[in-house]
């Protein structure tokens, strides 16, 4: 580990003129990945701008839906009655994820903002070009058993860790950010990027931006919902394949559908095909497994996560059963 | 006067641990909490390579970093006298030439220590280490046991065995013979390996360090060091989990020691967890192929079981991987062939049931897949094939429930409720399998010496120089020297952890109950009879010329058994003008136990769900039941059976330490990605402890209990998940990847 200046200022703009003064200065909130990265020496700041008393952590309903705070506790959130009542999809994901020890200092904002898992960003003595443009892809012909099936380069085939994101993903989130140019709407799903040919750009945020909040729109996925995680122990693991899955329905017929997939790519991947195909068929398991054909689409693995092209479909159907009361 | 709250504790008793309140309130002292005073910081810097040499080394920067006191390599570390001398392997615990820290520019191994920054903080001592810059001359290297199989040698300590025809099982009417592969494991203690070491003058050493034995810390740093054994004290009461990792000498003490030396004050240091996957110790994965012959009827004709493992190039790493199947059947014909195959790796160790919990598993696995085939119950075909003597030896049990546990497991697990088909039970969508397995493990019992002191206030003190590692060995001594001498658990006081300490074995291989036990029990009936002696023998007391029958010790006194005459024992010290009173002894087990084979046994019951479409498994109930003698402490030993369930779960379904073989190292080397089960993996746990004196291996009628019941436990998971699925698993871990693909 590096050492690294230590500010935490209490005003938006003086945060923001922190970051901008210093190229190699980071926002800190809960730390549960950065604090990691920095003792493993994978990312180095010299300056930490410690936002956590910024407010940012209110959740309040706004005319359109919710705006969750960037500061808000993954805690918080899951645990709120409006989203357990109104986006209990997203409830569901942040449940799934990590341990309560860690989703009470995990922040909505850091969880967008959380490094991939792959061994290979994770150990400063092996190849990645996201953690070291240029350097190769280790897990590329190395242990890639958690590896993308969807969205990869030959630069990097890693996957997004979050759960969270995949829910709001699916629940078209809209990110509320603000820097040198002032606030924007980014919608959820252009957040994060596809690694192309320069996987160390995780997101689409731009230089010395702060998220501000998340916007999630009233919908009608308030019943039918399930964020299904295939994980290898119970809890505390990420997902080897995770689905979020909301159905609106009609009786037996499905109205409007969200259908989002994690553990399978660079960012959290929304399932969009597979959606319009669900709209105005029959609840049954033979339409789930349809759209799950439909989902996999120009999936490829490499050597060691074949599994996924197995698993993933067979989570989709899962998931949307159990969404739909079928399971 | 004893007041009545202060009751007599006897063994067995489920006493609560004499050190929780400590371990709880934080006050217990770990290796890494020794703030002495001048207490300095060193970091390792370790390769990242795993063959080579080193070429060049810069540390100038780190040299001048804040803070930094020494920067210690190769080029510039004290002489370690030990390190030059020819090797001698007799009597070392492991064969070959130990690894040298900081001795030449080989690289052994990746992730070796090769460097030690030392800097007043840890912050400034990590920033320096991250400052060494190294050139390597790389050599090619290989860490792949499955590709370096035909390098495989028989080790200079063979484990081979035969009995009877060799292969009889290939021409038995009912044969299988299949291959069986488990992945390295490591131990993973919550307490990463520290040391804090000071030297008190220039030939005196003091370690405060993590270790399961603080005699074998002492002997080995007296021999690195060419030093006096009143000069070098470990001290180790506190061990956050160890699990045979704690066993020997690791660099981080050898590290501490020379920077001390460097920077004339003391050193602490820490590993991190990355740097404890291939340093410390782990369990070497293993290829094992098993064939078994039987009767149409189901009796065992033939067992021919191969295996191999991995060691470094510098030290032969051995276990036990073929003792159950030596000793677990009465089978006629047998043929065992143990085989090691050197690699560009650190050195393996002993790691929670060594070699027998990676031998077992595929034994016991093979037993399931023979049941089967003969279409016979996997219990049944074991009870018949049940051992009535070892037969490795043909030398009697010291005492042997194994039936019991076969019984006594069989009906509070409900076995005869299972549909022997496979794919037969469904709960929903989960598939449901129950999977049985036996174990058997040695017990054994090593010399202990022990001192027990009467004091002036009339409590008893005992002490051994045996680790606490977690079994709650400190509390069953406190809990036989109060029972053996009559005194409450207030007025009894065991000290452990300090190799000043009289002698004592490593706490390692369960022995420490009968060996350590032994020496307390032993001391404590020596400490008693030396006050009868001077009771009965002195003028004016009320016991002058009592039968030594006639004497019952109770209530931290000495009464004669008919009478009301009674004497505490401060009273009794204060007659007889002593401030207090002291005996020591040793104990061993003696020619007794030569004439037979002491084994500890169990049977373990698993339900599991396998969920029929994303392939998870879950554990949702375990019965095991456990013969591991006398229960000298009912809590205690069930949580030791608890602990070795959760170990089987995670070596069952989650644990594989994975090496990308084209740079020779680990890459999921922390807790987030190497998984061992959470608290939602692990189910109800009923625990049967049969209970019965073992007459032979130590007088409280004990046997060990640390590993016994993680034999064969993995098996039972995978037999059990066979029974859900009708997909046999022969290569831990038995993930979803497996079951869905």
Same mark, same amino acid.
């Given at each position: 580990?590096?050492?690294?200046?230590?500010?935490?200022?209490?005003?938006?703009?003086?945060?923001?003129?922190?970051?901008?003064?210093?190229?190699?200065?980071?926002?800190?909130?809960?730390?549960?990945?950065?604090?990691?990265?920095?003792?493993?020496?994978?990312?180095?700041?010299?300056?930490?701008?410690?936002?956590?008393?910024?407010?940012?952590?209110?959740?309040?309903?706004?005319?359109? =839906?919710?705006?969750?705070?960037?500061?808000?506790?993954?805690?918080?959130?899951?645990?709120?009655?409006?989203?357990?009542?109104?986006?209990?999809?997203?409830?569901?994901?942040?449940?799934?994820?990590?341990?309560?020890?860690?989703?009470?200092?995990?922040?909505?904002?850091?969880?967008?903002?959380?490094?991939?898992?792959?061994?290979?960003?994770?150990?400063?003595?092996?190849?990645?070009?996201?953690?070291?443009?240029?350097? =190769?892809?280790?897990?590329?012909?190395?242990?890639?058993?958690?590896?993308?099936?969807?969205?990869?380069?030959?630069?990097?085939?890693?996957?997004?860790?979050?759960?969270?994101?995949?829910?709001?993903?699916?629940?078209?989130?809209?990110?509320?950010?603000?820097?040198?140019?002032?606030?924007?709407?980014?919608?959820?799903?252009?957040?994060?990027?596809?690694?192309?040919?320069?996987?160390?750009?995780?997101?689409?945020?731009?230089?010395?931006?702060?998220?501000?909040?998340?916007?999630?729109?009233?919908?009608?996925?308030?019943?039918?919902?399930?964020?299904?995680?295939?994980?290898?122990?119970?809890?505390?693991?990420?997902?080897?394949?995770?689905?979020?899955?909301?159905?609106?329905?009609?009786?037996?017929?499905?109205?409007?559908?969200?259908?989002?997939?994690?553990?399978?790519?660079?960012?959290?991947?929304?399932?969009?095909?597979?959606?319009?195909?669900?709209? =105005?068929?029959?609840?049954?398991?033979?339409?789930?497994?349809?759209?799950?054909?439909?989902?996999?689409?120009?999936?490829?693995?490499?050597?060691?996560?074949?599994?996924?092209?197995?698993?993933?479909?067979?989570?989709?159907?899962?998931?949307?059963?159990?969404?739909? =009361?079928?399971? | 006067?004893?007041?009545?709250?202060?009751?007599?504790?006897?063994?067995?008793?489920?006493?609560?641990?004499?050190?929780?309140?400590?371990?709880?309130?934080?006050?217990?002292?770990?290796?890494?909490?020794? $703030?002495?005073?001048?207490?300095?910081?060193?970091?390792?810097?370790?390769?990242?390579?795993?063959?080579?040499?080193?070429?060049?080394?810069?540390?100038?920067?780190?040299?001048?970093?804040?803070?930094?006191?020494?920067?210690?390599?190769?080029?510039?570390?004290?002489?370690?006298?030990?390190?030059?001398?020819?090797?001698? $392997?007799?009597?070392?615990?492991?064969?070959?030439?130990?690894?040298?820290?900081?001795?030449?520019?080989?690289?052994?191994?990746?992730?070796?220590?090769?460097?030690?920054?030392?800097?007043?903080?840890?912050?400034?001592?990590?920033?320096?280490?991250?400052?060494?810059?190294?050139?390597?001359?790389?050599?090619?290297?290989?860490?792949?046991?499955?590709?370096?199989?035909?390098?495989?040698?028989?080790?200079?300590?063979?484990?081979?065995?035969?009995?009877?025809?060799?292969?009889?099982?290939?021409?038995?009417?009912?044969?299988?013979?299949?291959?069986?592969?488990?992945?390295?494991?490591?131990?993973?203690?919550?307490?990463?390996?520290?040391?804090?070491?000071?030297?008190?003058?220039?030939?005196?050493?003091?370690?405060?360090?993590?270790?399961?034995?603080?005699?074998?810390?002492?002997?080995?740093?007296?021999?690195?060091?060419?030093?006096?054994?009143?000069?070098?004290?470990?001290?180790?009461?506190?061990?956050?989990?160890?699990?045979?990792?704690?066993?020997?000498?690791?660099?981080?003490?050898?590290?501490?020691?020379?920077?001390?030396?460097?920077?004339?004050?003391?050193?602490?240091?820490?590993?991190?967890?990355?740097?404890?996957? $291939?340093?410390?110790?782990?369990?070497?994965?293993?290829?094992?192929?098993?064939?078994?012959?039987?009767?149409?009827?189901?009796?065992?004709?033939?067992?021919?079981?191969?295996?191999?493992?991995?060691?470094?190039?510098?030290?032969?790493?051995?276990?036990?991987?073929?003792?159950?199947?030596?000793?677990?059947?009465?089978?006629?014909?047998?043929?065992?062939?143990?085989?090691?195959?050197?690699?560009?790796?650190?050195?393996?160790?002993?790691?929670?049931?060594?070699?027998?919990?990676?031998?077992?598993?595929?034994?016991?696995?093979?037993?399931?897949?023979?049941?089967?085939?003969?279409?016979?119950?996997?219990?049944?075909?074991?009870?018949?094939?049940?051992?009535?003597?070892?037969?490795?030896?043909?030398?009697?049990?010291?005492?042997?429930?194994?039936?019991?546990?076969?019984?006594?497991?069989?009906?509070?697990?409900?076995?005869?409720?299972?549909?022997?088909?496979?794919?037969?039970?469904?709960?929903?969508?989960?598939?449901?399998?129950?999977?049985?397995?036996?174990?058997?493990?040695?017990?054994?019992?090593?010399?202990?010496?022990?001192?027990?002191?009467?004091?002036?206030?009339?409590?008893?003190?005992?002490?051994?120089?045996?680790?606490?590692?977690?079994?709650?060995?400190?509390?069953?001594?406190?809990?036989?020297?109060?029972?053996?001498?009559?005194?409450?658990?207030?007025?009894?006081?065991?000290?452990?952890?300090?190799?000043?300490?009289?002698?004592?074995?490593?706490?390692?291989?369960?022995?420490?109950?009968?060996?350590?036990?032994?020496?307390?029990?032993?001391?404590?009936?020596?400490?008693?009879?030396?006050?009868?002696?001077?009771?009965?023998?002195?003028?004016?007391?009320?016991?002058?010329?009592?039968?030594?029958? $006639?004497?019952?010790?109770?209530?931290?006194?000495?009464?004669?058994?008919?009478?009301?005459?009674?004497?505490?024992?401060?009273?009794?010290?204060?007659?007889?003008?002593?401030?207090?009173?002291?005996?020591?002894? #040793?104990?061993?087990?003696?020619?007794?136990?030569?004439?037979?084979?002491?084994?500890?046994?169990?049977?373990?019951?698993?339900?599991?769900?396998?969920?029929?479409?994303?392939?998870?498994?879950?554990?949702?109930?375990?019965?095991?039941?456990?013969?591991?003698?006398?229960?000298?402490?009912?809590?205690?030993?069930?949580?030791?059976?608890?602990?070795?369930?959760?170990?089987?779960?995670?070596?069952?379904?989650? #644990?594989?330490?994975?090496?990308?073989?084209?740079?020779?190292?680990?890459?999921?080397?922390?807790?987030?990605?190497?998984?061992?089960?959470?608290?939602?993996?692990?189910?109800?746990?009923?625990?049967?402890?049969?209970?019965?004196?073992?007459?032979?291996?130590?007088?409280?009628?004990?046997?060990?209990?640390?590993?016994?019941?993680?034999?064969?436990?993995?098996?039972?998971?995978?037999?059990?998940?066979?029974?859900?699925?009708?997909?046999?698993?022969?290569?831990?871990?038995?993930?979803?990847?497996?079951?869905?693909?």
């Amino acid at each position: 580990m590096k050492n690294f200046q230590y500010v935490r200022p209490t005003q938006q703009q003086a945060a923001l003129e922190t970051l901008a003064q210093d190229d190699k200065a980071m926002f800190i909130a809960g730390g549960t990945n950065l604090i990691d990265l920095m003792k493993r020496n994978v990312v180095l700041p010299e300056k930490l701008v410690d936002i956590n008393r910024l407010p940012l952590r209110k959740i309040e309903p706004t005319s359109k =839906g919710v705006r969750i705070g960037a500061l808000a506790s993954n805690s918080e959130v899951a645990e709120h009655p409006l989203i357990r009542e109104k986006f209990p999809l997203l409830s569901q994901a942040l449940i799934s994820g990590a341990s309560a020890q860690l989703r009470n200092m995990a922040t909505v904002g850091g969880n967008m903002m959380q490094r991939t898992r792959c061994y290979y960003f994770y150990d400063a003595a092996l190849p990645c070009n996201k953690r070291q443009p240029g350097s =190769g892809c280790g897990a590329l012909q190395g242990i890639n058993s958690k590896h993308a099936i969807f969205g990869f380069s030959d630069k990097c085939i890693a996957v997004h860790p979050s759960d969270m994101c995949v829910a709001l993903v699916a629940l078209e989130a809209t990110v509320l950010v603000t820097g040198p140019k002032g606030e924007r709407q980014v919608p959820f799903k252009d957040f994060h990027r596809l690694p192309g040919e320069h996987p160390e750009r995780d997101t689409n945020l731009e230089k010395n931006e702060l998220i501000l909040a998340v916007d999630i729109p009233a919908s009608s996925f308030t019943q039918n919902v399930h964020y299904l995680k295939v994980r290898e122990r119970a809890s505390y693991a990420f997902a080897l394949v995770s689905v979020a899955a909301a159905l609106d329905l009609d009786k037996g017929t499905i109205r409007n559908a969200r259908l989002a997939m994690g553990g399978v790519a660079h960012k959290p991947w929304r399932l969009m095909e597979a959606e319009k195909a669900l709209v =105005g068929k029959p609840v049954s398991e033979e339409t789930f497994q349809q759209t799950a054909a439909l989902a996999m689409q120009g999936a490829k693995a490499f050597e060691h996560n074949a599994y996924k092209l197995k698993l993933a479909p067979n989570a989709i159907t899962q998931a949307l059963k159990t969404a739909a =009361g079928l399971s | 006067m004893e007041k009545a709250s202060l009751q007599q504790i006897q063994i067995g008793d489920p006493l609560n641990r004499v050190e929780g309140q400590l371990k709880v309130t934080g006050k217990a002292k770990y290796a890494a909490e020794y $703030n002495l005073s001048g207490v300095t910081f060193g970091v390792m810097v370790t390769s990242t390579i795993a063959k080579g040499r080193i070429k060049s080394m810069d540390t100038k920067l780190a040299k001048k970093a804040p803070g930094v006191l020494a920067v210690i390599t190769h080029k510039n570390a004290p002489e370690v006298p030990g390190y030059k001398a020819a090797v001698n $392997n007799e009597g070392a615990r492991v064969y070959g030439q130990e690894f040298r820290l900081f001795y030449d520019d080989q690289i052994h191994h990746n992730y070796q220590p090769i460097a030690l920054v030392v800097a007043d903080t840890l912050a400034r001592a990590n920033e320096a280490a991250s400052m060494v810059k190294v050139q390597y001359e790389q050599e090619t290297h290989h860490t792949d046991i499955s590709r370096n199989l035909d390098q495989a040698i028989q080790p200079a300590r063979p484990e081979d065995y035969s009995r009877g025809e060799e292969d009889a099982y290939l021409t038995a009417p009912v044969k299988v013979v299949h291959e069986y592969h488990t992945p390295i494991q490591v131990h993973n203690p919550m307490e990463t390996h520290a040391t804090t070491a000071v030297w008190e003058a220039d030939n005196k050493i003091t370690v405060y360090n993590k270790t399961q034995a603080t005699k074998i810390s002492q002997q080995e740093i007296m021999k690195a060091f060419d030093l006096k054994e009143e000069n070098v004290q470990a001290h180790s009461p506190f061990v956050g989990g160890a699990f045979g990792s704690s066993s020997r000498l690791w660099p981080q003490e050898m590290a501490a020691i020379l920077g001390a030396k460097v920077v004339g004050r003391p050193v602490q240091v820490v590993l991190k967890r990355d740097q404890v996957f $291939n340093m410390v110790g782990y369990r070497p994965p293993s290829r094992q192929k098993v064939g078994i012959g039987a009767s149409a009827e189901g009796k065992l004709i033939g067992i021919t079981h191969e295996g191999y493992g991995i060691t470094s190039r510098y030290e032969q790493f051995t276990e036990r991987m073929m003792d159950p199947t030596k000793s677990m059947y009465h089978c006629p014909n047998l043929n065992a062939k143990y085989r090691l195959v050197p690699l560009d790796m650190s050195t393996p160790c002993w790691t929670r049931g060594p070699g027998e919990t990676s031998g077992s598993f595929a034994l016991e696995s093979a037993m399931d897949e023979l049941a089967y085939a003969l279409n016979m119950d996997p219990l049944s075909l074991r009870m018949k094939n049940y051992a009535d003597k070892d037969p490795e030896n043909e030398l009697p049990w010291s005492s042997n429930y194994l039936k019991e546990c076969y019984k006594q497991g069989a009906e509070r697990f409900g076995w005869q409720k299972r549909n022997p088909t496979p794919r037969s039970m469904r709960s929903g969508e989960w598939q449901v399998g129950m999977g049985m397995a036996s174990g058997i493990y040695k017990a054994v019992r090593d010399r202990a010496v022990a001192r027990a002191k009467l004091l002036s206030d009339g409590s008893v003190l005992v002490q051994s120089a045996v680790a606490d590692v977690g079994p709650g060995s400190a509390t069953i001594f406190t809990q036989i020297a109060a029972d053996v001498m009559g005194t409450s658990i207030e007025k009894t006081r065991f000290e452990w952890g300090d190799s000043s300490l009289p002698h004592a074995p490593g706490q390692f291989g369960s022995h420490t109950t009968a060996s350590v036990g032994s020496a307390v029990y032993d001391v404590c009936t020596a400490l008693k009879q030396k006050i009868q002696e001077l009771a009965v023998n002195q003028k004016g007391s009320s016991l002058q010329g009592a039968q030594a029958t $006639n004497v019952v010790f109770e209530n931290a006194s000495i009464r004669l058994k008919n009478g009301t005459t009674s004497l505490t024992y401060s009273d009794f010290l204060q007659q007889q003008q002593l401030p207090s009173l002291e005996v020591i002894k #040793e104990s061993d087990g003696g020619p007794l136990l030569e004439k037979y084979s002491g084994k500890s046994f169990c049977a373990n019951f698993v339900e599991v769900r396998v969920h029929s479409v994303t392939g998870e498994v879950r554990v949702q109930r375990v019965v095991s039941a456990v013969d591991a003698g006398k229960i000298m402490n009912h809590k205690t030993a069930q949580s030791q059976v608890y602990g070795a369930v959760v170990w089987g779960i995670g070596i069952a379904l989650m #644990e594989e330490g994975l090496i990308d073989h084209r740079y020779g190292r680990h890459v999921n080397n922390d807790l987030a990605e190497y998984h061992v089960p959470v608290h939602a993996d692990v189910p109800d746990i009923e625990v049967i402890l049969i209970d019965k004196e073992d007459p032979v291996i130590d007088p409280m009628g004990a046997k060990g209990i640390g590993e016994i019941p993680l034999v064969g436990f993995t098996a039972a998971i995978a037999n059990a998940v066979y029974h859900a699925t009708g997909q046999r698993i022969r290569n831990l871990p038995i993930t979803p990847a497996k079951l869905i693909s």
